[in-house]
């Protein structure tokens, strides 16, 4: 068979079905809103959960840092990508979260497949929640390690599995919040289990840094918890890109020799740094920020009670309304859009089977008015 005839086949199994996915290119938002070419839409579905990518003081440290080093890093950190304010930045996030050392990456998802495949070998084992983001598993998998799953959020499970004997080493691995459910993982007695066998544990903490804990240090921090390796990642609560590795001084010289996805990537621009950095102060004095978006939730969660959608239990950002069928979460997806609210429709196998759902994104942006809005779209729909 030819490449032609082998795509060919594999695009027509999936055109048509409720599984097709496309993209629409917007011109923009302003935290609440999304400017497309047919109008303005109250945006549910932005990860920009404190509203810091408009930011004025954030855009303007981009610029400043534009102006001194230009809009590229010019090559990987190891070679000329390492500047001044990639090195401000990595100590700037190590003292915020209590770590020796930071390491940036390039993205979240490239943290986390660096990590697993610089650290796991043959003879060892990876445990992880399974419902872990993809970017996990899917270093997990093609990492030489054997990967176990322990059911979500279930300790009991994951005592099953450390119990087991392993030749080498062990990595649990979970989210601080699920980026699909928007439940929290039970990091405290997840680190009690992993420290009494002797395991490291590593903390994707990519929707809970900058909302949760004091000053916004995270999951771990509001739960006492210090994972041998924590990620946190630039996309959601700091309203920019990319990523970074929290990790003591021994394992970070170990991935500065080892990771293959950060000695071989273009570092992140020096005026991204720059912006991350005034990012991290927003971050810190913005409480006000993560006391209007937990006032949203906790309007949202009320007015939402007599929806006749399931609202899964979450007390953060992400409130999923699970629909189950692809093709009518899919409807109602569009119903809303024409009722000029945005909300994606969140479909398998990024979700599991049967679990299509509304995945609504609550930010410090939005205002009452705007869940109101949000709330009488999902009460007029008639899927």
């Not at 102060?281 to 920020?289: D, F």
Request: hydrophobic share 40%.
């Amino acid at each position: 068979m030819s490449w032609s005839d082998s795509l060919s086949r594999r695009l027509a199994e999936r055109r048509g079905t409720s599984l097709w996915r496309n993209r629409q290119a917007h011109q923009g938002s302003d935290g609440r809103l999304l400017f497309t070419s047919d109008g303005q839409y109250l945006n549910f579905s932005s990860n920009d959960y404190l509203g810091l990518s408009q930011h004025p003081q954030i855009i303007a440290a981009w610029q400043q840092g534009a102006e001194q080093y230009g809009v590229g890093s010019g090559g990987s950190g190891h070679v000329t990508g390492y500047t001044t304010a990639h090195h401000v930045l990595e100590q700037q996030l190590a003292e915020w979260l209590g770590y020796s050392h930071a390491l940036l990456f390039i993205s979240g998802y490239a943290a986390n497949q660096g990590v697993i495949a610089a650290l796991m070998e043959k003879e060892d084992r990876i445990i992880a929640d399974r419902l872990s983001h993809a970017s996990l598993m899917e270093a997990a998998m093609h990492s030489p390690s054997q990967l176990r799953r322990f059911l979500h959020n279930d300790l009991d499970s994951l005592k099953h599995h450390l119990a087991k004997t392993c030749v080498g080493k062990t990595l649990v691995v979970t989210e601080g919040i699920f980026s699909m459910d928007g439940d929290c993982a039970p990091l405290e007695a997840i680190a009690q289990q992993t420290r009494s066998s002797k395991s490291w544990l590593m903390v994707d903490d990519a929707h809970g840094i900058g909302i949760h804990g004091h000053e916004g240090r995270g999951s771990c921090w509001s739960q006492n918890v210090k994972p041998e390796i924590l990620i946190v990642t630039f996309g959601k609560a700091f309203g920019l890109s990319g990523a970074a590795v929290l990790c003591d001084e021994q394992t970070a010289e170990y991935l500065l020799q080892y990771s293959r996805h950060l000695i071989y990537s273009t570092s992140m621009p020096p005026a991204q740094a720059v912006a991350l950095s005034e990012a991290v102060r927003q971050i810190r004095a913005g409480e006000s920020l993560r006391q209007s978006l937990q006032n949203n939730i906790r309007y949202f969660r009320r007015e939402a009670q007599h929806l006749s959608f399931a609202l899964m239990d979450s007390e953060t950002a992400i409130q999923p309304l699970i629909i189950g069928n692809n093709e009518r979460c899919l409807a109602l997806s569009h119903q809303l859009r024409q009722r000029k609210v945005w909300v994606k429709a969140i479909l398998p196998p990024t979700v599991p089977p049967d679990s299509a759902r509304l995945r609504i994104t609550l930010t410090a942006s939005h205002t009452r008015q705007d869940i109101d809005v949000l709330l009488g779209a999902l009460h007029g729909s008639d899927c």
